[in-house]
């Protein structure tokens, strides 16, 4: 994982070195807030699932091919916790249950075709469509309910893939500043967890991003 993002990180490197030699690229800094919804699946009965707001931090880099048409990628980093309780009825032991507590980090290179659907001014709107790889880190941690003792704990490193479309609203400051806020809907195909967390059948939010033009 170590060398796989050193790796990206060389790349951008390099990629910000190209910049000084085109008029055509923009470098920024994007923030965002996201909503996921995972499909879970228990043999016992789930009666809460917790979620709790998502972050997305990291870099940006469009490079435009022509007037209408643009290439979007770049590096950033993402969280989401969840916390899932379920119960179940033993014959023999009675009444029971388990809180789930699942914790992901995400490194995420998204790779976006753009193109500019209408424009007045400085203002433009951008759909884009792309997919996203993202390198994952998780844990989950089942504890006994009614003692709260630890049952089993799992620890989750796995590479994931999904496609994302974004609706990016653009509008240019002194032909250099580009601000972007950009709603999604991203829709992901890796299982996670085959016994609780299956995947994250879909998640939605919105990136705002600062470039500056090169």
Not at 11 to 34: E, H, N, P, R, V
Not at 83 to 90: A, G, M, R
Not at 119 to 131: A, H, V
Not at 199 to 206: C, R, Y
Request: positive net charge.
């Amino acid at each position: 994982m170590k060398r796989k993002t050193l790796f990206i990180i060389c790349l951008m490197i390099i990629s910000l070195q190209l910049t000084a030699q085109s008029k055509k690229f923009y470098i920024g800094l994007m923030g965002s807030t996201d909503f996921y919804y995972p499909k879970f699946e228990s043999s016992y009965q789930i009666n809460t699932i917790q979620r709790d707001l998502g972050f997305h931090y990291g870099v940006t880099i469009q490079y435009n091919i022509s007037e209408k048409l643009s290439i979007k990628t770049g590096l950033n980093y993402s969280t989401f916790n969840y916390k899932v309780i379920t119960s179940y009825f033993d014959p023999k032991y009675g009444f029971g249950g388990h809180e789930d507590s699942l914790s992901f980090r995400n490194w995420n290179i998204p790779i976006m075709l753009k193109y500019s659907l209408f424009s007045e001014g400085n203002f433009k709107i951008t759909p884009s469509l792309g997919y996203v790889i993202s390198f994952l880190k998780g844990n989950r941690s089942s504890f006994y309910v009614f003692s709260y003792s630890l049952d089993s704990n799992k620890d989750y490193k796995l590479t994931m893939h999904s496609t994302q479309f974004n609706l990016g609203l653009e509008y240019l400051i002194k032909d250099k500043i580009l601000i972007t806020l950009e709603p999604y809907i991203n829709w992901n195909f890796t299982e996670i967890d085959a016994i609780l967390y299956k995947k994250n059948t879909i998640s939605f939010g919105e990136i705002l991003s600062i470039n500056y033009k090169f």
